[in-house]
């Protein structure tokens, strides 16, 4: 694209084509998507806009910005959400940084779990993020189910800043309180106990950071790692959450599936019960749940019983 920078008028079309193409070379799982994400950016348009404007020649300063991306995701590997500052997530656009996760789909599956397990839009319960990062699933909850009262957490402060910044953006800052601290801390003090608790906390193991797509290198560490075997995290989790869950409350946490039999073993041991599995796209349990059992039964959310 440089090379022939004074020779060509480049049109949309074209920027897409030899960048899409660049990417594939590179081995960029979605090489049109990212190309069309980054232009979009660069001409200030969504990507519908592109379709209409193939024909369009693409102006040298836009074409300056938008090469810069280019590089910055097929030479650096940046991930797209944080070159644009945004991804969406259940149908919300949330501002990502290098402060937080990117979100991803397979969160999501902790969000149906969670919202499953109180089915009614206007339920009114407390509901605990442990580890929000960007926010978005405390904001998802707080979406669906306007009565519930939300507080999310976080050990970072940028991130905290980040959440903010969202609920505000959605119109949801006076539906969530904000904690900074690590794990309950933010609220063992005060005695709290909540209806829900969710959290999708570090859980890769150190031992696998060498063989991670190189774009997790550009997310902040402290939210991805938890020790060698990414439990470090998630034991003291499931270890603890009992003591801040109010009778007949549940707690939902997403983790690797090789480690949902050992959270599971933690959250029965904890003297949590009806622990259950849920799937995400691909089949893999991506989420453990379990419930604080009360004096009469209660109906199992929907997933798998573990057994």
């Given at each position: 694209?440089?090379?022939?920078?004074?020779?060509?008028?480049?049109t949309?079309?074209d920027?897409?084509?030899?960048t899409?193409?660049?990417?594939a070379?590179?081995?960029?799982?979605?090489?049109r998507?990212d190309?069309e994400c980054?232009?979009a950016h660069a001409?200030?348009?969504?990507?519908?806009?592109?379709?209409?404007?193939?024909?369009?020649?693409v102006?040298?300063a836009?074409?300056?910005?938008?090469?810069?991306?280019?590089?910055?995701?097929?030479?650096?590997?940046?991930?797209?959400a944080?070159?644009?500052?945004?991804?969406?997530?259940?149908?919300?656009?949330l501002?990502?940084?290098?402060?937080?996760?990117v979100?991803?789909?397979?969160?999501?599956t902790l969000?149906?779990?969670?919202?499953?397990?109180f089915?009614?839009?206007?339920?009114?319960f407390?509901?605990l993020?442990?580890?929000?990062?960007?926010?978005?699933?405390?904001?998802a909850?707080?979406?669906?189910?306007?009565?519930?009262l939300?507080?999310?957490t976080?050990?970072?402060?940028?991130?905290?800043?980040?959440?903010?910044g969202?609920?505000?953006?959605?119109?949801?800052?006076?539906?969530?309180r904000?904690?900074?601290?690590s794990?309950?801390?933010?609220?063992?003090?005060?005695?709290?106990?909540?209806?829900?608790?969710v959290?999708n906390?570090?859980?890769v193991?150190?031992?696998d950071?060498?063989?991670?797509?190189p774009?997790?290198g550009h997310?902040?560490?402290t939210?991805?790692?938890?020790?060698?075997?990414?439990?470090d995290v998630?034991?003291p989790?499931?270890?603890?959450?009992?003591?801040?869950l109010?009778?007949?409350?549940r707690?939902?946490?997403?983790?690797?599936?090789?480690?949902?039999?050992?959270?599971?073993g933690w959250?029965a041991?904890?003297?949590?019960?009806?622990i259950?599995t849920?799937?995400?796209a691909?089949?893999?349990?991506r989420v453990?749940?379990?419930r604080?059992?009360?004096q009469?039964a209660e109906?199992?959310?929907?997933?798998e019983?573990?057994?």
């Amino acid at each position: 694209m440089a090379a022939a920078a004074n020779t060509k008028t480049w049109t949309v079309l074209d920027l897409l084509r030899w960048t899409t193409q660049h990417f594939a070379e590179r081995g960029i799982d979605t090489p049109r998507l990212d190309a069309e994400c980054l232009l979009a950016h660069a001409l200030g348009c969504d990507r519908l806009r592109l379709y209409v404007d193939f024909e369009k020649p693409v102006e040298d300063a836009e074409r300056a910005r938008f090469r810069e991306l280019v590089r910055e995701r097929g030479q650096a590997r940046v991930p797209v959400a944080l070159l644009v500052g945004s991804r969406e997530f259940w149908s919300m656009p949330l501002a990502v940084t290098r402060d937080v996760l990117v979100p991803r789909p397979d969160t999501e599956t902790l969000v149906a779990a969670a919202l499953d397990a109180f089915p009614e839009r206007e339920a009114s319960f407390a509901v605990l993020d442990v580890g929000t990062g960007s926010g978005a699933i405390a904001l998802a909850i707080a979406r669906e189910r306007p009565k519930a009262l939300v507080v999310a957490t976080d050990l970072s402060p940028a991130a905290l800043a980040v959440a903010r910044g969202n609920a505000e953006r959605l119109g949801l800052a006076d539906r969530i309180r904000f904690g900074e601290g690590s794990l309950f801390e933010p609220v063992a003090a005060g005695g709290e106990r909540f209806d829900l608790v969710v959290s999708n906390p570090p859980y890769v193991a150190e031992r696998d950071a060498a063989s991670l797509a190189p774009e997790l290198g550009h997310e902040p560490a402290t939210a991805l790692f938890a020790g060698p075997d990414g439990t470090d995290v998630l034991r003291p989790l499931a270890e603890q959450v009992a003591d801040f869950l109010a009778p007949g409350g549940r707690v939902f946490v997403e983790l690797d599936p090789a480690q949902a039999p050992r959270v599971a073993g933690w959250l029965a041991e904890a003297g949590l019960g009806e622990i259950t599995t849920h799937r995400d796209a691909a089949g893999l349990v991506r989420v453990v749940g379990a419930r604080r059992e009360t004096q009469t039964a209660e109906a199992v959310p929907s997933g798998e019983r573990m057994e």
